[in-house]
T-cell receptor, first 114, second 109 residues
């Protein structure tokens, strides 16, 4: 069964460094998302991406964050100048249809900022 | 903006039925979804309601009333493996899905 894959599964970085989290969505999906979950808390929407551009972003998704679909398969989240409070699990998700579609989540990338 | 409210915690016994309620406020609304998340895992889709009424999938059912901005997830014949967090989520404009804070379900033997 097709699945969303994310790398790395865990990344440890120093405060102020840049990290790139990578995702390979399911191949025939058209809508891509990044979510964040701080341990024990809610799944927070960061950004949605469709047709090679951001369709919606949350107030969390400020200039520190950027997304890219550099080729036909990868979808990346870049976090610049990381802060301690960026420590969280970052989930990538994809869906084939924009409305009513089931979100398929990857297993997540755990980011630890020291 | 969007906000969702659901109970933080529910406890039930194996074999019982449990209902998890969700109320929402949103500026744009396409539908209400439910996701399950086990500790350390990713959210997995359970159901979607775009129209009023009940959707049934095996032991799980979900209900939506758009006029009341209310929905619920009904879990029947509870099993120990159902112990997890359950999130309601609203889909609004911009193809985004916003999650509630989650309800932690504890199933006791």
């Amino acid at each position: 069964e097709p699945e969303v894959t994310q790398t790395p599964s865990h990344q440890v970085t120093q405060m102020g460094q840049e990290v790139i989290l990578r995702c390979v969505p399911i191949s025939n999906h058209l809508y891509f998302y990044w979510y964040r979950q701080i341990l024990g808390q809610k799944v927070e929407f960061l950004v949605s991406f469709y047709n090679n551009e951001i369709s919606e972003k949350s107030e969390i998704f400020d200039d520190q964050f950027s997304v890219e679909r550099p080729d036909g398969s990868n979808f990346t989240l870049k976090i610049r100048s990381t802060k301690l409070e960026d420590s969280a699990m970052y989930f990538c998700a994809s869906t084939r249809q924009g409305v009513g579609g089931e979100l398929f989540f990857g297993e997540g990338s755990r980011l630890t900022v020291l | 903006g969007q906000s969702l409210e659901q109970p933080s915690e529910v406890t039930a016994v194996e074999g019982a039925i449990v209902q998890i309620n969700c109320t929402y406020q949103t500026s744009g609304f396409y539908g209400l979804s439910w996701y399950q998340q086990h500790d350390g895992g990713a959210p997995t889709f359970l159901s979607y309601n775009g129209l009023d009424g009940l959707e049934e999938t095996g032991r799980f059912s979900s209900f939506l009333s758009r006029s009341d901005s209310y929905g619920y997830l009904l879990l029947q014949e509870l099993q120990m493996k159902d112990s997890a967090s359950y999130f309601c989520a609203v889909q609004g404009g911009g193809f985004k899905t916003i999650f509630g804070a989650g309800t932690r379900l504890f199933v006791k033997a």
